[in-house]
């Protein structure tokens, strides 16, 4: 069963800095693009960045303020996060999907990020 485990949420201030790995398991990493959602309470999940075969997507909101990146090595995908703000609080979730074939999907249990004054 494939695993992805999200770490690296918590409390920050605005305008601080924080980390989002992900480490997935069973799973040919290699073949599949990796992401964030976020989901805010009372919100729809959203797309925060995915990386889709080497070329990234970033969401607006958050554009120039986090970074996608990926490490096939080690079967992990991070989030850079930096100069946060409240509205970014959410529960950060990573997502994996197949690039071919069934495109399977698979999701995280989610890491809570809190940005509080």
């Known amino acids: 069963q494939v695993q992805l485990v999200e770490s690296g949420g918590g409390l920050v201030q605005p305008g601080g800095s924080l980390r989002l790995s992900c480490a997935a398991s069973r799973i040919t990493f290699g073949v599949y693009d990796m992401g964030w959602y976020r989901q805010a309470p009372g919100k729809q999940r959203e797309l925060v960045a995915i990386d889709t075969n080497g070329s990234t997507t970033t969401s607006e909101s958050v554009k120039g303020r986090f970074t996608i990146s990926r490490d096939n090595a080690r079967n992990t995908v991070s989030l850079q996060m930096s100069s946060l703000k409240p509205e970014d609080t959410a529960l950060y979730y990573c997502?994996?999907?197949?690039?071919?074939?069934?495109?399977?999907?698979?999701w995280g249990q989610g890491t809570q990020v809190t940005v509080f004054a």
């Open positions: 997502y994996a999907r197949a690039r071919a074939g069934p495109r399977n999907e698979y």
